[in-house]
């Protein structure tokens, strides 16, 4: 297996798939060689379980054939409910000590049975606050939602070589793009068409992490439900695009709808900041970079800078990728940069990666 060679980033959403594929160029930097986007039909994921594969993997090998992508390898990842991720203390001990012990200190922290999920773990930091303790971030999925997003993988006829979680994706994309000051508290809010990852980031490192289940989805099914018009007419509307009949009424009443759904998503936020300080030393937050289709829409941004006081930026993973300007349109880009986030954190992994 080339190492060299990075897995092809596949972020099966619930709205739409988007797959990118990057090659390591000089000094650490990376060159795009491929993205795209398809979008789902309605109701085909939902809650993060596959209610229509058939969908999915048409999906994807649509995606691979209109990218003429030949690499079988592909890193994706879930989110939701089916996934825990917590902080957790233990006495020190050395990676093979804790890969050991580690079912056996993990059923004391994850709700589901233990031989139902996959666990990893990584050692945050030797130098706990206390003494003789080490900080360790626990993640746990459950195998048969894992088994459902490889077995459509496999169904394309590729080969899945990493299954990571969301919020990290998100976070390693964010690595390579923006130099943030490791002193500096920032939180990566990524929202999905029906989940919302949140992840606060102290000197470098993921301290806190949730995940919302609500979505984009919402804005679409409230102005669907306000305006009486179809799925695709809403989600035009939602991005500030309206159908060629649109009168001058509509928009007032979208911007009504949008404000009133994006104080819901500034709300959930809000109170998983005032969750985090309170169990945080530092609880001071720098910025909050927000990613995924509904970072688009104005009144979202304006709401949780209003919500939380907090500067909001929009992220844009292809920051400080190399973009070859005849291969890719950037106004195309530039337009679903926000949803792109997921996909190139997951192209930056290799097959090998643990």
Avoid at 87 to 111: C, F, R
Avoid at 161 to 173: H, L, S
Wanted: with cysteine.
């Amino acid at each position: 297996m080339a190492r060299n060679k990075l897995a092809v980033g596949l972020d099966i959403g619930s709205g739409s798939i988007k797959l990118c594929q990057l090659k390591p160029a000089k000094r650490g930097a990376y060159q795009l060689q491929a993205f795209g986007m398809v979008q789902l039909p309605p109701e085909a994921i939902v809650d993060g379980a596959l209610m229509n594969s058939t969908a999915v993997v048409d999906g994807i090998q649509e995606l691979f054939a209109s990218q003429k992508i030949r690499h079988k390898e592909v890193a994706t990842s879930v989110s939701g409910h089916s996934v825990i991720i917590k902080k957790i203390n233990l006495p020190q001990m050395t990676t093979e000590e804790l890969e050991e012990s580690i079912q056996w200190e993990a059923e004391q922290y994850i709700p589901f049975d233990i031989n139902d999920v996959n666990i990893d773990v990584q050692i945050l930091n030797t130098e706990s606050t206390q003494a003789g303790q080490m900080d360790v971030l626990l993640v746990a999925a459950k195998k048969d939602m894992v088994n459902d997003y490889t077995e459509v993988i496999a169904s394309a006829g590729l080969t899945p070589v990493v299954v990571d979680i969301d919020a990290f994706a998100v976070q390693n994309q964010f690595e390579i793009n923006y130099e943030v000051p490791r002193s500096e508290t920032v939180v990566l809010v990524n929202i999905g068409a029906s989940v919302t990852n949140i992840n606060v980031l102290a000197n470098g490192i993921s301290t806190f992490t949730r995940d919302i289940s609500i979505g984009g989805g919402q804005f679409t099914d409230a102005v669907q439900k306000a305006l009486n018009v179809s799925y695709d007419e809403a989600e035009a509307l939602k991005l500030g695009g309206g159908g060629p009949d649109s009168d001058a009424v509509v928009p007032q009443e979208v911007e009504r709808v949008l404000q009133i759904e994006s104080e819901s998503i500034a709300n959930e936020i809000q109170r998983s900041l005032d969750f985090y300080a309170a169990t945080s030393a530092d609880a001071h937050i720098a910025r909050i970079f927000i990613a995924g289709g509904s970072a688009k829409i104005p009144a979202l941004v304006k709401t949780i800078e209003a919500r939380t006081g907090v500067p909001v930026e929009v992220m844009n993973p292809f920051r400080n990728i190399d973009i070859s300007a005849g291969r890719f349109d950037p106004e195309y880009l530039a337009s679903v940069a926000p949803m792109a986030a997921v996909s190139v954190g997951l192209a930056l992994r290799y097959p090998a990666d643990k």
